[in-house]
């Protein structure tokens, strides 16, 4: 069965009084009586229950005792009139209790809110959600600090490091393969327009992989991974023109922010070059790192449009075939190039020259394909399982991880404008992120 038909799925809803569930629970078993909750907390959340007309009235009586002890021990001060205490105002005592009460209220309703998002799906999915964000905040770092450690310790060709990105396709190919059988779903029926579209998508992503690859070979893993992170920007800006999604205020102020970082990054190139990279090598790495978050920005769009024109649903295993047939084009484009270019023949003699042998070089690149693939894995599932939200709030904790880790395993340079880089970069991703999510809820 398809995710899409799944009734577990959108069946909460924010009302006044509460979270209204219609799948996995009856409505009545979270209402307000004797089938309130199924923990004993009914008497915090039933206002007719004796405790909370006792517990009122137990206070209020305790504040009367106090203010009137207060007042006694005031008799001689010469700032009642300043206290106010010589004209009392009638019920003032009650201000605070009615506070306490919409305070309690409120928490009442969001511990209601947290209970049933949590029970309305089973453990198995917050444990495969958990397992996601993981892959994402952990794997997609690690791809990156691989990729450049390759180059760190002796690597030389952008086409190896392009390539290794999308050889560990097969995973996501093993990994798509027992859902076929799990859940009784037939492969999507492949068409021209499709085969064409994946195509043209796994070419744009060799393309990119070899755009970033420039990118870690001559800039610093802290200066490439913020830069990558304008792909948000593009991402907002070709989704408007492409797929006609909404670009609101938060939208276009987070692609002012982001901008303005990359052009901070800019103006501070002179603090974080390595030695040896000229200032021509240094240039084209940071603009093909530009242009190749642009060109990620694009393949997402027409990733969206192809779901729209042609797939017309989005369920999991849909969303994983799409991922291996664009992963399987950029291979095979990928591999021509290794193969023009004579890297092939070449890796043999790098391998050698390489920091640390031949083990150290075979292990850089294929962790290099498996944490990519698995990152690749984790995002699929973060936007499935939860939404585009929450992948862009992790998108978003990456980029600061990968600066960090970059810091103190390669000891990148960490000056004041990149710090204000980083900042301004998490910034313009939350402004993103809470401009997409205000927006869906007034959808």
Avoid at 104 to 125: C, F, H, M, N
Wanted: with cysteine; aromatic share 12%.
């Amino acid at each position: 069965m398809d995710d899409d038909n799944d009734p577990t799925r959108h069946t909460i809803s924010i009302a006044p009084t509460g979270i209204h569930r219609s799948s996995v629970l009856p409505s009545s078993t979270f209402c307000s009586g004797s089938n309130a909750l199924p923990w004993k907390l009914e008497p915090f959340f039933d206002g007719s229950s004796a405790i909370n007309s006792f517990v009122p009235g137990f206070l209020l009586h305790q504040r009367r005792i106090a203010l009137a002890g207060f007042l006694h021990s005031s008799q001689s001060s010469p700032n009642r009139k300043e206290f106010g205490l010589d004209h009392p105002q009638p019920g003032a005592g009650l201000v605070s209790l009615d506070s306490n009460s919409s305070l309690q209220k409120r928490v009442a309703e969001l511990w209601d809110q947290i209970q049933g998002t949590y029970l309305r799906k089973p453990i198995s999915y917050w444990i495969l959600l958990f397992l996601s964000s993981i892959a994402m905040l952990v794997a997609f770092p690690t791809s990156s600090l691989l990729s450049r450690m390759y180059y760190a310790n002796g690597g030389k060709s952008k086409w190896i490091i392009s390539w290794a990105a999308v050889a560990g396709w097969p995973m996501t190919a093993l990994f798509l393969a027992p859902i076929y059988f799990v859940r009784k779903v037939s492969p999507t029926p492949f068409s021209f327009k499709l085969f064409l579209a994946y195509v043209l998508l796994g070419f744009l992503s060799a393309a990119d992989n070899l755009m970033y690859a420039w990118a870690y070979a001559y800039l610093p893993a802290s200066t490439a991974s913020l830069l990558a992170a304008s792909s948000l920007a593009f991402s907002a800006l070709f989704g408007y023109f492409i797929v006609k999604n909404n670009l609101n205020l938060s939208s276009l102020n987070a692609i002012v922010i982001i901008t303005v970082g990359a052009v901070i990054i800019g103006l501070d190139s002179g603090s974080d070059r390595y030695p040896g990279v000229t200032d021509k090598q240094y240039n084209l790495a940071f603009i093909l790192d530009i242009l190749g978050s642009a060109l990620h920005g694009l393949i997402f769009a027409l990733s969206e449009l192809v779901f729209i024109r042609l797939l017309g649903r989005r369920s999991f295993h849909v969303v994983l075939e799409q991922q291996v047939m664009v992963s399987l084009a950029a291979f095979i484009f990928t591999s021509i190039g290794l193969i023009v270019n004579k890297d092939f023949q070449g890796m043999r003699s790098e391998a050698r020259d390489f920091k640390n042998g031949q083990v150290s070089y075979t292990l850089v690149l294929t962790w290099a394909a498996i944490t990519f693939q698995l990152g690749v894995l984790g995002g699929t599932a973060i936007l499935f399982l939860a939404s585009t939200v929450l992948a862009g709030v992790l998108n978003a904790v990456r980029v600061p991880i990968t600066s960090i880790a970059a810091v103190i395993f390669f000891h990148d340079p960490m000056s004041g404008f990149k710090i204000l880089s980083l900042v301004l970069t998490v910034w313009g991703f939350a402004s993103y992120i809470v401009g997409h999510s205000s927006s869906k809820k007034k959808a």
